[in-house]
């Protein structure tokens, strides 16, 4: 009788053991670094600002200085790798990510911490290379698989940096600074010894062209797919105040409830593991009895939930409240982050998968750059609860577009067109 079992796929060996165990690590450390000065930005900014006003806002260009270089380099950063080779792009971007940690710690002035997110950013934009680097290694069969890793490692890196930034300020508010550069540093030094090169002198491009640099040419081409633009539209309008609030959380416990930078990092180990928990124990069940779209909008309920128990905080002053609002906030986030990106994908056919989910990439990106930013001036501005209130509004209005632009029925794959 005939077989019709798969053959299992291979597992990486040797040089692309390594290799693939290096990006991976670096992928982590890539969204370590994201969230790292979460907890501690409202410590440096204080020491350079003189208007109490303007720390809100001072704290959202820290975090946002870096997700708009990083959105920026994205593409360069991938097209030079196709002609450089990745090894070197990817030692070059480790660098400059030391450098950039070690500037930030040293500090001295505001535009100096500035000076030193942005060169982390601008090397910080490279998840694309590694992607191409994985694919290097890696059979079409097997790419999957492998990209799925990365983006555990890229997810777990999102939700421990800021409780690794917060926990280290034990030693001092520059001290996961100084932590980050030497970690980068000797993630670099492993890349050196071990990491060899995975694009060949013949496979490289021969020139890089000026539209190849264009960060904005991905989320073009997947806007152009009509099935997608309103499910691109809910994303971005639930990151702008999730983005808001990992900018502003650990400035709102020190103002309403007088925390330290130690006490800030305990609300991101809740955040961390009550993402891990749900995403570990429940979301497989609840995908399985409800679907994608269901489990979204649940999760954007429990959020709406969240945000308003957190901008109770103000009035009811008790740090009980404030970890009651992160359980609901942080319960949803669990749900509603792998569920949106598995609408992307039914909603892509194979061969324009990468561009999807490049394309929600993109959007996440840009909602990383407008969220601190518009959180930190309504935070100045309109009150401290005003960035909470104001995610309520926000998600509401991305569970109406969930809701209202989803058929029922399941979504149709469209074609890989928008190239």
């Given amino acids: 009788m005939e077989n019709h079992r798969r053959p299992m796929p291979d597992a990486l060996r040797g040089p692309a053991r390594n290799t693939f165990i290096f990006v991976l690590v670096t992928m982590f450390l890539n969204a370590v670094g994201f969230g790292l000065l979460n907890p501690v930005a409202p410590f440096l900014v204080s020491d350079y600002v003189t208007n109490p006003a303007d720390k809100g806002l001072m704290v ?16 360069g950063l991938g097209a030079l790798s196709d002609r450089m080779g990745r090894r070197t792009i990817l030692l070059i971007c480790l660098a400059g990510s030391a450098v950039g940690y070690l500037i930030t710690g040293i500090g001295g002035a505001l535009w100096v911490l500035f000076l030193g997110r942005i060169i982390d950013g601008l090397t910080g934009g490279n998840v694309g290379v590694i992607y191409a680097t994985v694919a290097d290694v890696t059979s079409p069969r097997e790419r999957s698989k492998y990209f799925g890793w990365l983006g555990a490692a890229g997810g777990i890196g999102f939700i421990l940096g800021p409780a690794i930034g917060g926990l280290a300020s034990g030693l001092g508010h520059t001290a996961p600074l100084y932590v980050a550069a030497l970690v980068t540093f000797g993630n670099l030094i492993l890349g050196v010894l071990y990491m060899p090169e995975t694009l060949p002198p013949e496979k490289r491009a021969q020139q890089v ?4 640099l264009n960060p904005f040419g991905v989320l073009g081409k997947v806007l152009a797919i009509p099935q997608l633009r309103w499910l691109l539209a809910a994303w971005f309008l639930y990151n702008l105040p999730f983005a808001a609030l990992q900018a502003n959380l650990g400035l709102y416990a020190i103002d309403t409830l007088g925390w330290d930078s130690a006490g800030t990092s305990s609300i991101y180990v809740v ?11 429940l979301l497989g069940w609840l995908h399985r009895r409800f679907g994608d779209k269901r489990v979204v909008m649940g999760g954007m309920l429990l959020q709406i939930v969240g945000y308003m128990v957190i901008a109770s905080v103000l009035v009811a002053k008790t740090s009980v409240v404030l970890y009651l609002g992160i359980l609901f906030f942080s319960s949803g986030n669990g749900l509603i982050i792998p569920s949106m990106n598995g609408l992307f994908s039914r909603a892509a056919t194979a061969q324009s998968q990468g561009q999807v989910q490049g394309g929600g990439q993109s959007v996440q990106s840009l909602a990383r750059i407008g969220g601190p930013l518009m959180g930190g001036e309504s935070y100045d501005r309109f009150g401290h609860a005003a960035p909470y209130l104001s995610g309520v509004a926000l998600v509401l209005a991305a569970l109406a577009t969930v809701s209202t632009a989803i058929p029922a029925r399941e979504l149709e794959p469209v074609p890989a067109g928008a190239d």
Avoid at 209 to 212: E, F, N, P, Q, W
Avoid at 276 to 281: A, D, F, H, K, P
């Fill in 209 to 212: 062209s000026l539209a190849r």
């Fill in 271 to 281: 955040v961390g593991l009550m993402n891990i928990t749900t995403q570990g124990l």
């Fill in 60 to 75: 959202g260009w820290m975090i946002s200085l870096y997700a708009i270089c990083q959105f920026l380099a994205a593409p």
